[in-house]
C-alpha cells in the first residue's frame, strides 16, 4: 500500500472527508485534497498528524521493535 492509498483507507475508516480532515489539521480546506490529486508525498509529521487526527498512529515496524512516530503539536498548543 502506497501513501495515497493508506491516507485513503484512514479517511474511509474513520469516515472523515478531505476537507474536514484539512480543517482539522488547521490547513487550507483544499489540502488534503490538493495533496492526493498531485501525488506529492506528505513529510512525515504531516502524515502523523493526519493519522493522529483520524484516530490512526504512524509506526515503524521492525526487528521485533514497533516504534511510534508522534504527530507534532497543534500550532500553538502543548507537546504530548
Known amino acids: 500500500m502506497d501513501t495515497h492509498e493508506a491516507i ?3 479517511m474511509e475508516g474513520s469516515r ?3 476537507r474536514a480532515l484539512s480543517v482539522a489539521m488547521g490547513k487550507h480546506p483544499n489540502f488534503v485534497s490538493s495533496t492526493l490529486t498531485k ?3 506528505p513529510r512525515v509529521d504531516t502524515l502523523a498528524r493526519m493519522a ?3 484516530g490512526y ?3 515503524l515496524e521492525g526487528r521485533g521493535e514497533r516504534i511510534p512516530i508522534d504527530p ?3 500550532e500553538g ?3 504530548r
Do not use: T
Open 77 to 79: 498548543g502543548e507537546g
Open 16 to 18: 472523515i472527508s478531505g
Open 72 to 74: 507534532p503539536a497543534p
Open 52 to 54: 493522529d487526527v483520524m
Open 57 to 59: 498512529r504512524l509506526l
Open 39 to 41: 501525488g506529492s508525498v
Open 8 to 10: 485513503r483507507a484512514m
